[in-house]
């Protein structure tokens, strides 16, 4: 059964219950109150009649008129029962078996009760025993009133109130339907704009009628999950393309190797074996070829293992000591092509991180100043505090990096034109970044077309010494 109907049933059963309870006790406080009425006039009649009678009145001389647009009738008896006196022939005898004035003149005290004297019976009637003043002679006055007045009365009021909580209650269903539609419209309109939503187009968000009420706030959570599933969607289809475009370009560039190997192993084969010096110059061709695919895989790798959050051996190093093995090896590799110096601190600079791969990230860095700095150039390393932070720097006098250039050069496979200094397969400064950003660091550069470029490894203040993976640091 649809929600609004199960509303619907249960309100309308909620407010029948309660309509009947207030019909009843409505019912039966009218029906007290009519037949209270009754009695309170008959008791007044009898008391007022029995007044003058003790006095030495009459029937006669009592308020006949007044009685009799009330409805009352009066019997006056005397001690044997028999009719000495009444309003309305009511062809009433001693020996009636109605014995209401027997009670009262037995106990001497009044007396009340029903009994069927009119011809609208059956009759309230209430008896007062009453001693005539001076002979003492017993009389008893009796009093009554019928309740078929108030039995009509009450039958009109029933049907009247049956009526009315009947229409109440018809109305308090319909009532309730409509309550219970406009509450669960909001609903409704969520569910067709859901239904409408693609399973690719999360986009969209759900229509929200009124935030504060329950269905606006679970309709604010569930268009928040939608934002939040839309931008994990994005990333993931972001993810995917840098995957896809990974995949092209590392098979682009290890195809080029595997080609010219490919090339040199066939003219070994198929001839150059006869000319020992065309032999030797395929040889190292290949030797050169390999070597290149191995570095090529290795930064691959390289790349692999810190995407998959590979575990850092993470401690408390000089900073400066470590710039300057780096500086060394780059020194060698320079060939005096360029000059390279270090210029330690004045103090030790201490850094929680992994010894060997801020050691590799230093090195890209300087390989990479290396080849793009003419010969005859200079390159600084420095290392120092920025801010409480340990940083390492690296600056060249080299051909610079166009701007346009800047937000891409952190891009996997990605080379500045290959014209204006020397190749290499473009992952050097990836595997640089994602080594900082493992730490928790980052790598900032500045550069000039034609004036050099600075490249700076920035580490965090308070990284916790111990092993951990990137997902535990970031």
């Known amino acids: 059964m649809p929600i609004r109907w199960r509303l619907t049933l249960f309100n309308a059963l909620a407010i029948g219950v309660i309509l009947l309870v207030l019909g009843i006790g409505l019912y039966v406080l009218v029906r007290d109150t009519l037949l209270s009425n009754t009695e309170n006039t008959v008791r007044q009649a009898a008391v007022s009649v029995a007044k003058t009678i003790r006095s030495g009145g009459t029937l006669e001389e009592s308020n006949r008129e007044r009685l009799t ?29 109605d014995g209401v004035w027997k009670q009262a003149a ?45 039995q009509e009365t009450l039958e009109d009021f029933s049907a009247v109130l049956a009526a009315g909580i009947g229409a109440a209650f018809l109305l308090s269903i ?17 569910v067709v704009a859901a239904r409408e939503m693609g399973e690719g187009d999360l986009a969209k968000r759900l229509p929200v009628a ?126 005096g092509k360029v000059e390279v110096e270090f210029r330690p601190p004045q103090g030790p600079v201490e850094a929680n991180c992994d010894r060997e791969r801020i050691l590799q990230a230093a090195s890209i860095l300087l390989d990479n100043a290396v080849k793009y700095t003419p010969e005859g150039g200079r390159i600084s390393v420095e290392v120092g505090r920025r801010g409480g932070s340990p940083f390492l720097s690296v600056t060249d006098t080299g051909i610079g990096i166009p701007e346009d250039e800047l937000p891409m050069i952190f891009e996997r496979f990605h080379r500045v034109d290959p014209s204006r200094g020397a190749g290499g397969a473009g992952l050097g400064l ?14 900032e550069v500045e550069s000039r077309v034609g004036e050099g470029s600075t490249f700076t490894l920035l580490l965090p203040e308070d990284l916790p010494s111990g092993g951990g993976t990137r997902a535990d640091l970031l």
Do not use: C
């Open 69 to 97: 647009l009330e409805g009352v009738f009066v019997v006056v008896r005397d001690g044997q029962g028999k009719v000495v006196g009444e309003t309305l022939r009511l062809g009433v005898q001693g020996g009636s078996r």
């Open 106 to 150: 037995r106990s001497g005290k009044p007396a009340s009760g029903t009994a069927n004297l009119s011809n609208q019976a059956p009759d309230y009637v209430y008896a007062v025993p009453v001693r005539l003043k001076g002979s003492g002679a017993l009389r008893i006055v009796e009093a009554g009133k019928p309740y078929q007045g108030a």
């Open 174 to 190: 319909a009532g309730a339907y409509i309550l219970a539609r406009a509450a669960l419209k909001p609903v409704d309109r969520v």
């Open 210 to 335: 009124n935030p504060k009420d329950e269905i606006g706030r679970l309709t604010t959570t569930i268009n928040a999950l939608l934002a939040r599933l839309e931008a994990a969607f994005a990333r993931r289809e972001e993810a995917l393309a840098r995957q896809r475009r990974f995949a092209a370009d590392a098979s682009h560039e290890l195809r080029t190797p595997l080609t010219s190997i490919s090339g040199y192993a066939r003219m070994l084969d198929e001839w150059a074996l006869k000319d020992p010096e065309t032999a030797r110059e395929a040889v190292r061709a290949i030797r050169e070829e390999s070597g290149r695919m191995r570095s090529l895989v290795e930064s691959l790798l390289a790349l692999t293992r810190g995407d998959e959050g590979a575990p850092l051996n993470l401690g408390r190093h000089d900073l400066a000591s470590i710039a300057s093995e780096a500086t060394d090896a780059a020194r060698a590799s320079a060939q």
């Open 430 to 443: 990836s595997i640089a970044r994602q080594i900082a950003e493992t730490h928790g660091g980052t790598i």
